[in-house]
């Protein structure tokens, strides 16, 4: 039993599979008669394949029982002889379409030969009353799969002029009398509702066949678009007339943190930067009214603004005009995220206005050098020449010395302004070093006042300190302090008038120390002191055009002590006075200079100073 059970099976398989080959292979036929321009749209390729196949297979299948018919029947008669002929029309017609591709004109020739075979029958066989008048239903019938207006109508129009000829000939008693006896005539009206039927059902399967093939491409160009819009970065927008938003993709839970439908309506322009509304909305307007792509690039609110800090993201809108006209004008904007690419150009544009702004300062910078270098440089030249004609100028022993002072002078001066420039260059580029040690830092304060003492007196500027009895000893390069200190003190007596004073202070706080330098001198204006102490800056305006100097001793001040883990504040005001206040750690070895971050703010009582002494002046640190 289980044997047999089994061979069933198997030949019931291999029958089914000898089927589906079969109709493979019919389909397969069918496919390749479609003419080429068909292919590319699948619900047309879908027509043209039903087309040919409800006009080639009923047609070869009744060719294919015409032998049947003259071996039972023998020679037909004249009805029956053009119901053959009118066979062979529908497969000419399907061989059309497939050479042509002209899909309405093909349907136009169907109509028209089924008309005039259903006419001409009706007429040999009682007219009205004939057997195959139901085919004139069939006729539009057809039509309808063409999909085309024109030619229904134009197929309705031949069916309502064959019926009315058929009945001007019947009332008209011009119609031949039936040649066929009355058992023939039931036989033929059978085979005539039967096969009507048949080509019925064969068009409604066509029809559900296409139906089902367009279903099928919507829903795949459907899953298509909604695969693209929900893995797409950036976001796509519908909007209507009046700019609201009608449809609105799931990008947008990725751009602005926010679900697509939060954008519905004027939600999206609720978010837009107010600023930057005028430029939204006129991207819209220009989609909209000149129905050409417009673009705009704005700022929109990132998720619920209820609490906190708004957040703003850039973006980039490309809008562009859909189908329509009037209020049913809609646009399409799609919007990137280009946040990252404007902090690019923000960066960009701002290291170009740095670099615009040190090359500006280096060509001050190099100016001024060039005026320091010449200065002492005429001074050698020239009393070095005075001194080689002496005995034309009949100079005496006080005047060579006198000459000499100067010309000595002129070189130190020289030689500090390239130390100056050497240790700025050394500092820069993270080469110099310094060498820590031990060392009272009181009295290198009161050597450094003694070497700047005979400059103050010839200035008439009153110089003083004010040093606590006991201080511990500093842990520092003693050399970098000398020089900070002698920079500070020599740059508050330069830029003190006569009759001022320069004050030295020294005082702890913890772990560190507090030294100030405070004048009464010309000050520094408010625009300058953001900038004092960076590289290849000079705070050179009309207030200290008397005064020379290449203003690299503050740069020198900055990086030493930042060496040192330290840091110089700076509170002045034109015409009052500066106060430079050097913060500096007691070890350096123990702090460095990464701890310029740990330094604590100037205590209270400086601060009460600072601001008694200088009500507006403003503060850098």
């Excluded at 819009?229 to 839970?253: I, K, Q, W, Y």
């Excluded at 130190?412 to 031990?438: A, Q, R, Y």
């Excluded at 006991?470 to 740059?491: C, M, P, T, W």
């Amino acid at each position: 039993m289980v044997v047999e059970v089994r061979t069933a099976d198997a030949a019931f398989g291999v029958r089914a599979l000898r089927e589906s080959a079969l109709i493979h292979s019919v389909r397969s036929y069918l496919d390749g008669l479609v003419h080429p321009a068909a292919t590319v749209d699948p619900v047309v390729f879908a027509r043209h394949r039903a087309f040919i196949a409800t006009r080639m297979i009923p047609g070869l299948l009744a060719l294919s029982a015409l032998p049947l018919y003259l071996a039972f029947k023998g020679v037909p008669g004249p009805v029956e002889t053009i119901a053959f002929g009118w066979l062979v029309l529908p497969i000419a017609i399907a061989a059309f379409l497939s050479r042509t591709g002209a899909y309405e004109q093909a349907h136009l020739f169907s109509a028209a030969a089924l008309t005039g075979i259903v006419t001409l029958i009706a007429l040999l066989s009682g007219g009205l009353s004939s057997f195959i008048v139901i085919w004139f239903a069939l006729v539009p019938a057809e039509a309808v799969l063409s999909g085309a207006r024109r030619v229904v109508a134009a197929a309705g129009g031949m069916v309502l002029a064959a019926v009315t000829f058929i009945a001007a000939a019947q009332y008209g008693s011009a119609l031949p009398a039936v040649g066929l006896p009355p058992e023939h005539l039931a036989v033929a009206a059978f085979a005539s509702v039967a096969a009507a039927i048949v080509y019925a059902i064969s068009l409604a399967l066509s029809a559900a066949m296409v139906s089902r093939t367009g279903e099928e491409v919507t829903s795949s160009g459907e899953q298509r678009y909604r695969l693209l819009a929900e893995n797409m970065t950036d976001l796509v927008t519908c909007h209507a007339r009046n700019g609201a938003v009608v449809f609105a993709s799931p990008a947008a839970e990725r751009v602005l943190g926010v679900p697509s439908y939060a954008l519905h309506g004027q939600s999206l322009f609720d978010r837009v930067h107010v600023a930057d509304r005028p430029a939204y909305l006129n991207a819209l307007s220009i989609a909209a009214s000149r129905k050409v792509e417009a673009a705009a690039e704005f700022r929109l609110r990132r998720g619920d603004a209820a609490d906190g800090q708004p957040t703003f993201t850039w973006v980039e809108m490309r809008s562009r005009p859909l189908s329509g006209s009037g209020e049913s004008q809609q646009v399409v904007s799609v919007l990137r995220d280009v946040s990252e690419r404007k902090r690019h150009e923000a960066a960009v544009d701002a290291a170009r206005e740095e670099a615009d702004r040190a090359n500006e300062a280096r060509g001050r910078f190099l100016a001024n050098v060039s005026h320091e270098l010449r200065t002492p440089l005429n001074a050698i030249n020239g009393f070095s020449e005075m001194l080689m004609h002496e005995e034309a100028m009949r100079l005496d022993q006080a005047r060579r010395h006198e000459y000499a002072t100067l010309i000595h002078d002129s070189g130190e001066h020289l030689l500090n302004l390239v130390n100056s420039i050497l240790d700025m260059s050394k500092i820069e580029s993270g080469h110099f070093e310094i060498t820590p040690e031990p060392f009272a830092l009181a009295p290198l304060v009161n050597q450094c006042m003694q070497l700047v003492e005979l400059k103050a007196e010839a200035g008439g500027v009153a110089l003083s300190a004010d040093l606590p009895e006991s201080f511990d000893e500093v842990v520092g390069d003693k050399r970098a302090y000398r020089q900070i200190l002698l920079n500070l003190v020599a740059n508050a007596v330069k830029f003190t008038k006569p009759g001022g004073s320069v004050t030295v202070s020294l005082r702890r706080d913890g772990a560190f120390l507090s030294l100030a330098v405070t004048d009464t001198g010309i000050g520094i204006a408010e625009a300058d002191l953001p900038r004092l102490g960076s590289p290849f800056f000079q705070a050179r305006s009309s207030y200290d055009r008397a005064y020379d100097g290449t203003g690299l001793g503050l740069s020198v001040v900055k990086g030493l002590a930042e060496l040192h883990g330290g840091r110089i504040e700076i509170t002045s005001q034109l015409g009052r006075g500066t106060r430079v206040t050097l913060r500096m750690p007691m070890d350096c070895e123990a702090h460095g200079a990464g701890a310029v971050a740990q330094l604590p703010v100037a205590r209270s009582e400086d601060r009460a100073t600072a601001a008694q002494t200088f009500q507006e002046g403003r503060k850098i640190a």
